[in-house]
């Protein structure tokens, strides 16, 4: 669920739920702090993610400006990501969630 651009919170902690809750965003997270990840290296990081939640959560977190998806123009296709800017700007808080 993507966090609309007119949506309203009362403090600042409602809208980072909002945009890094749920069990596997920032899991996902603090994978792409060490770097650059095709889907496959992230699966394989976290064995228990099923192929659509990890798929779905990598959307999203897209869809937010939070990661950035790099596709290469190549046969086979390969696709990585990588935190934003504004996924950098993150990194404080999840450095925190990640230790």
């Known amino acids: 669920m993507s966090t609309g651009i007119n ?3 009362n403090i600042s902690v409602e809208a980072t739920l909002d ?3 749920g069990k596997w965003k920032c899991v996902i ?12 290296e992230l ?10 939640m990890l798929t779905q959560q990598l959307r999203e977190l897209e869809a937010d400006g939070i ?13 990585e990501y990588e935190l934003s800017e504004y996924g950098w700007s993150l990194k404080p808080i999840l ?4 230790s």
């Open 95 to 98: 450095d925190a969630l990640c």
């Open 67 to 79: 990661i950035t998806r790099i596709t290469y123009n190549q046969v086979p296709p390969k696709v």
């Open 7 to 9: 949506k309203k919170y």
């Open 19 to 21: 945009v890094i809750g």
């Open 29 to 40: 997270l603090c994978h792409l702090t060490r770097g650059k990840k095709r889907t496959s």
């Open 43 to 52: 699966k394989r990081s976290m064995p228990s993610i099923t192929q659509k």
